[in-house]
């Protein structure tokens, strides 16, 4: 006969770290903002370093405090260049809080592209929902998106919303295309679509969720890098095991931070800041910042990705 009494011990201990878990992940864990700091070569051969803070998924309401005192100091890493891949909003009064903390950042150059939750506030979901990828989406109302565009740009932040520019940032001439959220299949490659400058000491790409259709479609035209968010890193990590889900397209592996993505082309993804309010938790994945040092990449694999590039656009012609 089990001894019940031991039984109940053991259910009544399990319970117990089930709430100090629960606790933690959204108490402690979801407000232990970091900055993540890391070195990427991926620059032309004799082109300065390019510090460039990648920030994402703010996921913010107006009464968030302790988020909007930590990203007024992020202007003190004096990045060359921000990038914002956005998630911005939660919440239809939101757009001054996220202007009034993103501060000094607004001042230096930046870029950006929007995800769902900045055209749509978030709704209670099923949280199994997100291990079946085609689970039906759910909508909230819609969120005042243009007016944080218009505060962006405002302060000279470019929106690359299916748009391809050149620019230079600190003496660096990056070759920029992005595009419309592939989360929501408001993506429209084919606007962007050809082949990037091969005189740009950087090829850069924006998109909100990271899907491999069309990260393929970056790297088929010869972008060095490209950065994402939407994942949350996973947002509830096992340890030892990681992310137990991503909310997109891509394998774990790249959930966040800096992966390969095919021959030559390199994907930075990131773990995001916020969370939604439906969904206030973060375990084993602390929300993040980072900061990117951009520097030369090694002349053998520059040869190996104009080679690449080459071989790719001759196979289009």
Not at 22 to 28: K, N, P
Request: charged fraction near 20%; aromatic fraction near 8%.
């Amino acid at each position: 006969m089990p001894d019940l009494s031991a039984l109940g011990r053991t259910a009544v201990g399990a319970a117990g770290a089930a709430a100090l878990g629960l606790g933690y992940a959204t108490l402690i864990e979801r407000n232990a903002f970091t900055v993540r700091e890391v070195t990427v070569p991926v620059l032309a051969p004799g082109a300065s370093t390019l510090r460039v803070l990648h920030i994402s998924d703010l996921h913010m309401t107006p009464n968030q405090r302790l988020k909007q005192n930590w990203l007024r100091e992020l202007d003190s890493l004096e990045p060359d260049l921000v990038v914002n891949t956005g998630d911005n909003l939660a919440h239809p009064k939101a757009v001054p809080a996220v202007v009034q903390s993103l501060g000094g950042l607004l001042a230096r150059p930046g870029l950006f592209v929007f995800g769902s939750n900045d055209y749509f506030a978030p709704v209670l979901k099923n949280p199994l929902a997100y291990f079946d990828r085609d689970h039906d989406r759910v909508y909230g109302p819609p969120l005042p998106w243009g007016d944080l565009r218009a505060a962006f740009n405002e302060r000279g932040w470019q929106d690359m919303t299916h748009v391809r520019r050149d620019i230079e940032v600190g003496g660096v001439r990056i070759a920029v295309g992005g595009v419309d959220d592939p989360h929501l299949e408001r993506d429209r490659y084919e606007t962007i679509a050809g082949t990037t400058d091969p005189s740009a000491d950087l090829r850069l790409g924006l998109t909100h969720s990271p899907e491999p259709r069309v990260l393929d479609r970056f790297a088929e035209d010869g972008y060095d890098l490209v950065f994402a968010g939407h994942t949350h890193g996973g947002q509830l990590c096992l340890p030892f095991y990681g992310a137990l889900v991503t909310n997109s397209g891509i394998d774990r592996s790249r959930v966040k931070g800096p992966s390969r993505w095919g021959a030559h082309m390199r994907l930075h993804v990131s773990a995001g800041i916020g969370t939604s309010p439906f969904a206030p938790a973060r375990f084993f994945c602390r929300p993040e910042a980072t900061l990117l040092t951009l520097v030369p990449a090694p002349r053998d694999e520059i040869r190996r990705a104009a080679g690449s590039a080459a071989q790719s656009a001759g196979s289009s012609r």
